[in-house]
């Protein structure tokens, strides 16, 4: 059932649990996958496939390099208080199997909802990171990456690494979420934050439950100007009061922070 609770302690034994195990093996999690996504997003596929660089302004790799590892220190002590948590029967996490329609379909859900509520969390605490002493002290790390790669993805101060996943807490109190759906969302959602640095455009292949669910019903070369893509980041890094939303484009649209040239810039880039 999707409400059954299931505590770590219970689950079977593994060198490396996909949850579990601590903040060591959280980190060990993230760091190996945050680079290799990393490596081959930045190294290989351009060397592979006929992208376009949507610019061509030299990168700084080694600052960045640094400030990610931090962040993924404060991400997956994270990880480690969402599994204390789950331990302890506080929050509305559950574990065990996930069989059948009903439990697979709920899990479906749950990533619409995840994505919608982690893309809503972006866009407001990121505009308040732009706020003058939050940026002047904190955001600016990041803005140092005029021209951002593949690795600038998650290089944050640290109080911006807290706050940015700080919703990885709060959904475990928001609607029932698998402890294992939980770790591999938000695992995935460092492929998002790299994807959306990489310099060129993945559009329409950028690999969200949203995105893909448009990309088999509207094919290749649709528009779909409420998805997010990584022309629409990389201009936030051009022009830093524009573009703060991560998967979808409605609240920059709503709150007036959408660029307007973006829709002629990103059509045209096609």
């Known amino acids: 059932m999707i409400t059954q609770r299931t505590q770590t302690a219970r689950d079977p034994p593994s060198i490396l649990p996909l949850y579990g195990g601590g903040f060591w093996v959280a980190l060990v999690q993230l760091t190996v996958f945050y680079y290799a996504v990393g490596a081959v997003l930045h ?4 060397r ?29 002590v994270v990880w480690a208080i969402v599994e204390e948590l789950h331990k302890r029967d506080l929050g509305l996490t559950y574990g065990g199997q ?32 732009h706020w003058g002493p939050l940026y002047r002290h904190v955001h600016y790390i990041h803005h140092k990456s005029k021209a951002p790669s593949a690795f600038t993805g998650y290089s944050f101060h640290l ?13 475990c109190f928001l609607f ?53 893509t990584v022309q629409h980041h990389d201009m936030h890094h051009r022009y830093p009061t524009r573009h703060f939303s991560l998967y979808f484009t409605h609240w920059d649209r709503l709150c007036g922070t959408l660029h307007p040239s973006y829709d002629k810039d990103l059509f045209s880039y096609y």
């Not at 190294?43 to 351009?46: D, G, N, Y």
């Not at 992208?51 to 030299?58: A, E, F, G, L, S």
């Open 176 to 228: 029932p979420v698998h402890m294992g759906l939980h770790r591999l969302y938000h695992l995935y959602t460092t492929l998002i934050h790299e994807g959306g640095h990489v310099g060129y455009e993945l559009a329409p292949f950028i690999p969200t439950l949203e995105g893909l669910v448009t990309l088999a019903v509207r094919g290749v070369r649709s528009r779909a100007p409420w998805l997010n």
């Open 48 to 76: 592979i496939a006929p992208v376009k660089q949507i610019q061509h302004q030299p990168r700084k790799r080694g600052e960045v390099l640094r400030d990610a590892f931090y962040s993924l220190a404060v991400k997956a």
């Open 159 to 171: 109080v911006e690494a807290a706050i940015v996943f700080a919703n990885e807490i709060l959904v």
């Open 43 to 46: 190294f290989l596929l351009p």
């Open 98 to 129: 996930v069989s059948g329609l009903a439990e697979v379909s709920y899990c479906c859900l749950c990533i619409a909802l995840l994505d919608y509520l982690h893309d809503t969390w972006f866009y407001w605490t990121h505009r308040l990171l």
